[in-house]
């Protein structure tokens, strides 16, 4: 059990990498930026079709990985995975500005120059920034917007997850094994996170254009 526990907690960190990727180089816009029709609308924020494709290719990559010649993308519902993943995000946005969260430039500029992709030899190196941004058609303006948006989303799920602890009776039963305890704690925080995020979808108008993906 502990195996499988561990498992799930490593593949929807992996979804929530993969969907926050999307948001940075494929967009996240407001309902009113243009005249296409988006798949779904959010409160004031629409998933497009264009983001929601390119995210549906990355996850079934990832369940391509897992399930290898098992892999059924019906029978795993992907498209409906995909647009659910996506619809939480921008709830967790909506709760995250809500709640007063916000991202400092200086903790804005750390993520950034900190990130290994845009780094030579350990050093943060604004050639490659920019160079990377160019091919994949961004301005620093954009990315830097998406940027914020994701710690945002870290910080609100961080948030959620320091709320929750293990019970006196569940440490008894793990007693000394370190391992069992992080894997149940990891669990039990993404069942509240689930929780949380069922708990925002009831309060924010969310319209879905479903029949865009049939």
Do not use: C
């Not at 039990?188 to 949380?196: N, Y």
Request: zero cysteines; a neutral charge; glycine letters at 2%.
């Amino acid at each position: 059990m502990l195996k499988l526990m561990r498992k799930h907690a490593k593949y929807f960190y992996v979804l929530f990498v993969v969907v926050i990727l999307s948001f940075i180089f494929w967009g996240v816009g407001r309902i009113d930026e243009n005249n296409a029709v988006p798949l779904a609308e959010v409160g004031e924020w629409k998933i497009t079709l264009e983001e929601y494709w390119r995210t549906y290719d990355r996850i079934a990559d990832l369940y391509r990985e897992i399930y290898k010649e098992k892999f059924d993308e019906e029978k795993l519902n992907l498209k409906d995975k995909v647009l659910n993943l996506l619809i939480e995000e921008r709830v967790l946005l909506i709760a995250a500005a809500e709640a007063g969260i916000t991202v400092s430039d200086e903790e804005l500029e750390d993520a950034i120059t900190h990130d290994p992709a845009f780094t030579r030899d350990g050093v943060f190196s604004k050639e490659i920034y920019l160079r990377t941004l160019e091919l994949n058609r961004l301005t620093p303006r954009y990315y830097e917007e998406a940027k914020r948006r994701e710690l945002m989303l870290k910080k609100i799920k961080n948030l959620v997850y320091a709320s929750v602890d293990l019970s006196p009776s569940e440490l008894k039963s793990i007693k000394d094994d370190e391992t069992a305890r992080e894997t149940f704690l990891e669990a039990k925080r993404e069942a509240a996170l689930r929780s949380f995020v069922e708990g925002l979808k009831k309060q924010v108008r969310i319209k879905v254009n479903k029949d865009l993906i049939s």
